[in-house]
């Protein structure tokens, strides 16, 4: 249970701590992440039960932990290092700090995966998520409707919605998450609600626990109305995208009335909401947007970055590097240069090349086939539920990093891991629950079937004579 806690501590650190893109925050996760898988390899080898689960996306992702170590390996000086022939990266510190962060996010997805050995544990790691969102969105929301210009003790400006984030579209990629999070649950509890006993339809309302759907659906809304007053374009755009694709899954499934239902309902809660505190002046600052400012500016940015990465397409320069080698190709505003390409693919190739983006990409594609494979094919609603949040935050995810870098955000991507993990462990949750049944089969000696029921290596034989 300790290491249980630990992984949602972590998580809940990283967003709330201005979504830990400071090198001090960047080092906690990753301290205290290997020390909580330390622990829990202690623990499972104390026990007598170290039998860590198996997932093929694990094979694309260590991969990747091991390529960005040949980076870090393979420290060379200056751009002059574009043609090698091997791994390498041009600035040891930076690289070293963002492979430790890959690693932990490797191990976050290991320990949520092997850990929450219980339906209640893994229901409490999806609420702790959907908790996160709600909390970031309410302050959030204070920020923007109650003129509050802080982040903690850091002053920040009010004309858009970000909670504990410097950055609003890192902001609405967590809410995005939080948000596929909250309806997975829902659907888990609508199919629960189906599936139950055939009484009274009014007995049927009364278990469902209609107040604290009410509360559920509640939070949804406010969530949804502070990524609209974020302002993130792209990040309004992803949750569309997202919502689409979970009612098209969710239609492929059978069941996708459930979700269009709460799709519609949710809907019009957050247009209600919105109109209500005020959405017209969130759209007329849409409207003021001048093709000038630094989001039109995205384009010239990736030509520049593309002149960067020609000589280097295979291999990159080294994870985190692209800060210290980009000033050297950029355009639009040399004397502030860009840390980051706003664009995760275009970054990738720069720092790991084509090499490393195809693993990464093979991790997504595995980590999206389990997902649709929990929510089209499990019998379990949980795991159906949380199969169809993962299908929404993976979608959001892709979406979204098209314009931007949320992922090199350890607020955003410690959330991305653990919601990962928890797909993988869903996966398991039926065998899991299972593994006591005792296996019962059938066979003739004679003219007398013989019921053999066989469990823990022991054997209870039933003879019946034969009528």
């Avoid at 309302?205 to 949804?220: F, I, K, P, Q, T």
């Avoid at 969710?250 to 109109?275: E, H, P, Q, W």
């Avoid at 949040?389 to 990093?401: I, K, N, P, S, W």
């Amino acid at each position: 249970m300790i290491v249980d806690l630990g992984v949602i501590a972590i998580c809940y650190f990283a967003a709330l701590s201005w979504g830990s893109n400071e090198p001090w925050a960047m080092s906690v996760i990753a301290v205290g992440t290997f020390s909580l898988l330390a622990l829990r390899l202690i623990q499972d080898a104390w026990q007598g039960s170290l039998e860590p689960r198996r997932s093929r996306v694990y094979l694309p992702l260590l991969f990747f932990v091991v390529y960005t170590g040949l980076q870090v390996a393979g420290q060379r000086a200056g751009l002059e290092s574009a043609r090698a022939w091997l791994p390498h990266t041009v600035d040891g510190h930076s690289s070293t700090l963002y492979f430790l962060l890959a690693a932990s996010y490797v191990a976050l997805v290991f320990l949520v995966h092997n850990g929450f050995r219980s339906r209640f544990r893994v229901k409490m790691l999806l609420i702790a998520i959907v908790a996160l969102g709600l909390l970031e969105a309410l302050y959030g929301l204070l920020q923007y409707l109650g003129n509050y210009g802080y982040i903690w003790d850091y002053q920040v400006t009010t004309e858009v919605a970000r909670g504990t984030f410097i950055n609003r579209n890192h902001y609405a990629l967590l809410l995005n998450l939080s948000i596929c999070a909250r309806l997975g649950y829902l659907y888990y509890r609508s199919i629960r609600f189906s599936r139950g006993p055939r009484t009274t339809f009014l007995d049927r309302l009364s278990a469902l626990r209609l107040e604290r759907l009410a509360w559920v659906a509640l939070g949804l809304a406010f969530m949804g109305m502070a990524l609209i007053f974020s302002r993130s374009r792209m990040g309004i755009a992803a949750l569309a995208g997202c919502a689409g694709m979970m009612v098209i899954t969710g239609k492929i499934s059978r069941t996708g009335k459930r979700v269009l239902v709460f799709g519609l309902s949710v809907g019009l809660a957050l247009a209600s909401l919105a109109l209500y505190t005020g959405i017209d002046v969130v759209l007329e600052r849409y409207e003021k947007i001048a093709p000038g400012q630094a989001e039109e500016d995205r384009l010239p940015m990736w030509q520049d970055a593309w002149k960067m990465i020609r000589g280097h397409v295979v291999l990159g320069q080294g994870l985190g590097t692209f800060r210290w080698t980009y000033p050297e190709f950029e355009s639009v505003d040399p004397d502030v240069p860009a840390m980051y390409a706003h664009n995760d693919y275009i970054q990738a190739v720069a720092e790991v090349g084509v090499i490393g983006l195809l693993m990464l990409l093979a991790a997504y594609a595995l980590a999206w086939k389990t997902a649709a494979r929990n929510l089209l094919t499990a019998d379990d609603p949980l795991v159906k539920g949380i199969g169809l949040a993962v299908v929404g935050g993976l979608t959001a995810t892709a979406l979204q990093e098209l314009t931007d870098f949320s992922l090199y955000i350890p607020g955003v991507a410690a959330t991305f891991a653990v919601l990962v993990g928890l797909n993988l462990r869903a996966s398991h949750l039926g065998v899991k629950e299972t593994r006591g049944v005792p296996a019962t089969r059938m066979s003739f000696t004679g003219n007398r079937p013989l019921i053999v029921l066989q469990d823990s290596g022991f054997r209870l034989l039933i003879r019946k004579e034969k009528p």
